[in-house]
């Protein structure tokens, strides 16, 4: 599960990876009673609007997912915000599922840090995973139902834009 601001356009990106089979958006790293948009949009939840990833390891990696969540679906550099949006719901997050994925994750931050790929240091958190609360009907898929809607076109299609030319052998129509 990545969480990387707004879940839409972490949404869009990985529905757009070979390898992908399912994304759904919602809530993780809160409780079952504060898991909707309302009270998450609070930043008072400790819930980071998430995205939950199910994908093929024979067609993709899970190091490839981590690259692809880097390079293209977010900023994180970012404390506590995306862009315009502003909170810890917005934050930079992966909860990993057991321990390779969380020193696989941990690893390719501590090279992306030494590398100095970034102008400034990751902030993504790495928590294991506790639960995830699937978002209102009306978040899932949201980009591909409301293409012109502005802060889509603004925030989110460049980003899938991105993993088409950054990432041409993992992207998928």
């Known amino acids: 599960m990545f969480a990387g601001g707004c879940f839409w356009g972490v949404d869009a ?4 990876v070979k390898g992908v089979s399912s994304v759904v958006s919602g809530y993780a790293g809160g409780g079952a009673a504060t898991a909707r948009y309302g009270v998450v949009s609070t930043g008072t939840t400790g819930h980071a609007e998430s995205v939950k990833i199910t994908y093929d390891p024979s067609q ?4 490839d997912l981590l690259r692809v969540f880097f390079s293209v679906a977010h900023d994180p550099t970012q404390l506590n915000r995306q862009g315009p949006d502003v909170g810890s719901q917005y934050r930079s997050a992966i909860f990993y599922a057991n321990e ?7 690893a390719y931050i501590d090279q992306l840090n030494k590398g100095g790929v970034f102008s400034g240091p990751i902030v993504t958190q790495v928590a294991s995973f506790g639960h995830f609360y699937p978002a209102e ?8 139902l409301h293409p012109d809607q502005p802060y889509i076109v603004f925030n989110d299609l460049p980003k899938v834009r ?3 030319q950054q990432f041409p052998t993992l992207y998928k129509p």
């Open 137 to 144: 009907d009306y978040h899932q898929n949201y980009l591909a």
């Open 13 to 16: 990106v990985f529905k757009h």
């Open 162 to 164: 991105r993993l088409q």
């Open 100 to 106: 390779t994925e969380r020193a696989t994750a941990q």
């Open 60 to 63: 993709i990696s899970y190091s």
